[in-house]
């Protein structure tokens, strides 16, 4: 019973004041401690003094100020507002609470402790300062919100870049920051971000999210959906998450639906469900550039060149070191007979991969580019390159009585001259693609090789005997 009375009884005055001169005593040790910047062990000498004295305003002032410098600022805040408490005329216990709020990026705050501190001592340089500092801060922010609203995300990198110079220990504008970072497509420096943020705090549903995001516009959708559970796990109702896992999901689904109908040789079905999937998450850039090519291809299948192309360009637009891209559009422009543009486009594929198979594409393509330059003579015989022996009889016989000179004969020089010139190719046409091993060579493209030296064969007179001889009116 005495124990108990004896617990729980008033401290006498001399009780307390042996305290109280321990409590010096141990404040004295945490000021040296401080002084030799051993701050640790300064935190464990103020907290002796705390505890031996629990009502003293300085002691918890000079706990947070250790505190914070070993960048605890979150506790440092907690013990300046406990000195203010105890002594709301504590000059320095304001301004280390506004320095606490600064640095944790809550602006407001941290403009109001300087402002007690300038009602306190109007003269302080230092609080004039930290004052400037969180009106800059706060400046910063409504920046960087405007910026976002307008997906000005470089512009609000560059304003979080300078708030943290500010508020150096505040997650969320570092967040910010990161989640910028990755719609800029900037995902290594987004994921540093978010995986220091992780290293201190493993259940950051932020960071979580800024880690599935950068995995989910790399490509990696179900790691990033695995990211994007976890962060809702810790907080249930992260909505940008939320979002997102359920745009991973839905473009996941939706790409594969358009890979098994294309498989399937449904290319108008393949063609639609990727129009489908690219209207999901038009910030999705590497997903968005592969939905594309899909769709060029499958546009392809379906004759539609010109989308496909346009298709194409878009996908490199997004991504431009997207090969697959490069090669599908080449590949259109071959088909559209477009070859300086496929010459282009299969160059930049051989720059960067030199394979065998992109060299034989390039000097196939350079080949047609040649041939496309020299006369063609299917157009002039106004065939098809796949006409037969007979086709190309019949186109002949009506080019060459089209042009022949007897029915020209009363036009004016210069028409009997152009009609001329145009019986003359005709023949030449008809000499070539006629003889089986001329018209190898010449689809071919070996006459090429001969530096000019292949002849159609004949002039005008052999051209008139030839066609009167095997033709006759």
Same mark, same amino acid.
């Given at each position: 019973?005495?124990?108990?009375?004896g617990?729980?009884?008033?401290?006498?005055?001399?009780e307390?004041?042996?305290?109280?001169g321990?409590?010096e005593?141990?404040?004295e040790?945490g000021?040296?401690?401080?002084?030799?910047k051993?701050y640790p062990?300064?935190?464990?000498?103020?907290?002796?003094?705390i505890d031996a004295?629990?009502?003293?305003a300085?002691?918890?002032g000079?706990?947070?100020?250790?505190?914070?410098?070993?960048?605890?600022?979150?506790?440092a805040?907690?013990d300046?507002?406990?000195?203010?408490?105890l002594d709301?005329?504590?000059?320095?216990?304001?301004?280390r609470?506004?320095k606490?709020?600064?640095?944790?990026g809550n602006?407001?705050?941290?403009?109001r402790?300087?402002?007690k501190?300038?009602e306190?001592e109007?003269?302080n340089k230092e609080a004039?300062?930290e004052?400037?500092n969180?009106t800059t801060?706060?400046e910063y922010e409504?920046?960087?919100?405007?910026?976002?609203?307008?997906?000005?995300?470089?512009?609000?990198?560059?304003?979080?870049?300078?708030?943290?110079?500010?508020?150096?220990t505040?997650q969320?504008f570092?967040?910010?920051?990161?989640e910028?970072?990755?719609?800029?497509?900037?995902?290594?420096?987004?994921?540093?971000?978010?995986?220091?943020?992780?290293r201190?705090?493993?259940?950051?549903a932020?960071?979580?999210?800024?880690r599935?995001?950068?995995?989910?516009?790399?490509?990696?959708i179900?790691k990033?959906?695995?990211f994007?559970?976890?962060?809702?796990?810790?907080?249930p109702?992260?909505?940008?998450?939320r979002?997102?896992?359920?745009?991973?999901?839905a473009?996941?689904?939706?790409?594969?639906?358009?890979n098994?109908?294309? #498989?399937?040789?449904?290319? !108008?079905? @393949?063609?639609?469900?990727?129009t489908? /999937?690219?209207?999901?998450?038009?910030n999705? $850039? +590497?997903?968005?550039?592969?939905?594309?090519?899909?769709?060029?291809t499958?546009?392809? #299948?379906?004759?539609?060149? !010109?989308q @496909?192309?346009?298709?194409?360009?878009? /996908?490199?637009?997004?991504d431009?070191?997207? $090969? +697959?891209a490069?090669l599908?559009?080449?590949?259109?422009?071959?088909?559209?007979?477009?070859y300086?543009?496929?010459?282009r486009?299969?160059?930049k594929?051989y720059?960067?991969?030199?394979t065998?198979?992109?060299k034989?594409l390039?000097?196939?393509?350079?080949m047609?580019l040649?041939?496309?330059k020299?006369?063609?003579?299917?157009?002039?015989?106004g065939?098809?390159?796949?006409?037969t022996e007979?086709?190309?009889?019949k186109?002949?016989?009506?080019?060459a009585?089209?042009?022949?000179?007897?029915?020209?004969?009363?036009?004016?020089?210069?028409?009997?001259?152009e009609?001329e010139?145009?019986?003359k190719?005709?023949?030449?046409?008809?000499?070539?693609?006629s003889?089986?091993?001329?018209?190898?060579?010449?689809?071919?493209?070996?006459?090429l090789?001969?530096?000019?030296c292949?002849?159609g064969?004949?002039?005008f007179?052999?051209?008139?005997?030839f066609?009167i001889?095997?033709?006759?009116?």
């Open positions: 019973t005495t124990s108990f009375v617990v729980n009884r008033e401290l006498s005055a001399t307390r004041e042996s305290r109280a321990q409590a005593i141990f404040k040790q000021n040296a401690y401080y002084s030799k051993d062990a300064a935190f464990n000498y103020y907290t002796k003094a004295s629990p009502k003293t300085s002691y918890y000079n706990r947070a100020a250790t505190l914070m410098m070993l960048c605890r600022f979150r506790e805040l907690e300046s507002q406990q000195a203010v408490r709301d005329g504590f000059m320095k216990g304001h301004l609470e506004g606490c709020h600064l640095s944790l602006a407001m705050a941290a403009a402790c300087f402002q501190v300038l306190l109007p003269s004039q300062l004052k400037k969180a801060l706060l409504r920046m960087a919100d405007f910026s976002f609203d307008k997906r000005d995300f470089r512009k609000v990198v560059y304003c979080m870049d300078r708030a943290i110079a500010l508020a150096p505040c969320r570092k967040i910010l920051k990161a910028c970072l990755a719609l800029l497509g900037r995902y290594p420096e987004a994921q540093s971000v978010a995986s220091d943020i992780l201190m705090d493993a259940t950051n932020d960071a979580l999210y800024v599935g995001l950068c995995l989910y516009y790399e490509d990696c179900d990033a959906v695995q994007f559970v976890q962060a809702l796990r810790m907080a109702d992260h909505e940008k998450a979002l997102a896992c359920r745009n991973a999901k473009l996941k689904a939706k790409k594969e639906e358009g098994q109908v294309f #498989k399937n040789c449904s290319y !108008d079905a @393949a063609y639609q469900l990727y489908e /999937a690219l209207a999901i998450d038009p999705n $850039i +590497k997903t968005n550039a592969k939905l594309y090519c899909n769709r060029a499958a546009g392809a #299948k379906l004759k539609k060149f !010109d @496909a192309i346009e298709d194409c360009t878009k /996908a490199i637009k997004l431009d070191t997207y $090969i +697959k490069y599908r559009r080449a590949q259109c422009y071959m088909d559209t007979e477009l300086e543009e496929a010459v486009d299969y160059e594929v720059q960067t991969e030199k065998s198979e992109h034989q390039l000097k196939t393509a350079q047609e040649k041939k496309s020299r006369k063609d003579y299917y157009k002039v015989l065939v098809g390159k796949n006409a007979d086709e190309i009889k186109a002949y016989r009506k080019r009585l089209m042009h022949h000179p007897d029915r020209h004969s009363s036009a004016t020089a210069e028409v009997q001259k009609e010139k145009k019986f190719e005709v023949g030449e046409a008809f000499t070539i693609l003889d089986p091993k001329k018209k190898m060579r010449y689809d071919s493209g070996h006459d090789e001969d530096d000019g292949f002849d064969g004949g002039d007179t052999t051209h008139c005997f066609f001889h095997f033709f006759p009116f």
